[in-house]
């Protein structure tokens, strides 16, 4: 499934989270801390950047934006604790993020098949959660609605690829999708429910799992390109 050099940078890139999830919590390491959660991203960048050469100018160029004010979102979110705005600028550097990966799924978008079903059941997840942060939102009602309803347009553009990629393509893209939807939900009733047991480790590992997957199954596109 994954090709040599795509192995050789899957260690390279679970190292880094690795040592992002022993040194975030951390006083005392919190340099080290600072340089290893926007690597992780960071990583993806230039991993894409050397291997994405076949690959559509506009899916590219995309992909390569969304991980860009992915960094930034990363870099805003560290300093949360100084001011209340970098969460709000983080927010919208996050919500740039999955717009421009909303463009990217598009582009394979299946006219075909009818996203109805799949968004009735987003929108039950969505209520769900949206029973637990009603009435401790405040001033971020309107963002934190604005950013739900775009991040369920990510999983559902993600979603209508299917059977126009590749399944490797489609499943990785999917289910990374998925999982940013997740990672983005332990945050916010991290944030404006309670505090959850463990959750800076199950949000880092579910977004760096998120940003992998979506990056290895848009490069798995090349396969499809090739043999056409």
Same mark, same amino acid.
């Given at each position: ?92 550097? *996050? #919500?740039? /993020?999955? $717009?421009?990966? =909303? ?6 978008? !299946? &006219?075909?098949?009818? %996203? @109805? ?56 893209? *999917? #289910?990374? /999708?998925? $999982?940013?939807? =997740? ?6 009733? !991290? &944030?404006?429910?309670? %505090? @959850? ?32």
């Amino acid at each position: 499934m994954l090709s040599k050099t795509e192995k050789q940078f899957s260690i390279l890139f679970f190292i880094i989270v690795l040592i992002e999830l022993a040194t975030g919590s951390v006083e005392s390491l919190k340099t080290v801390h600072y340089i290893a959660k926007p690597a992780i991203v960071i990583s993806l960048i230039v991993f894409f950047l050397n291997t994405s050469e076949s690959l559509p100018k506009t899916i590219k160029n995309g992909t390569l934006l969304a991980l860009v004010f992915s960094v930034l979102g990363d870099i805003l979110l560290m300093f949360v604790d100084k001011s209340p705005h970098f969460f709000t600028l983080g927010l919208v550097a *996050f #919500l740039t /993020a999955h $717009l421009m990966y =909303v463009l990217v799924f598009l582009k394979h978008r !299946n &006219k075909q098949k009818s %996203p @109805l079903g799949f968004i009735a059941v987003l929108l039950v997840y969505a209520a769900s959660l949206f029973y637990f942060l009603n009435g401790n939102l405040g001033n971020m009602f309107i963002p934190v609605v604005i950013y739900m309803l775009v991040i369920l347009s990510m999983a559902t553009a993600a979603y209508l690829r299917k059977d126009t990629v590749n399944i490797l393509s489609y499943g990785l893209v *999917f #289910l990374g /999708a998925l $999982l940013f939807m =997740v990672s983005d939900s332990i945050l916010a009733l !991290n &944030k404006f429910y309670a %505090p @959850l047991n463990y959750s800076d480790f199950s949000i880092m590992i579910t977004y760096a799992l998120a940003q992998y997957l979506i990056v290895i199954g848009i490069l798995k596109l090349k396969t499809e390109i090739i043999l056409k």
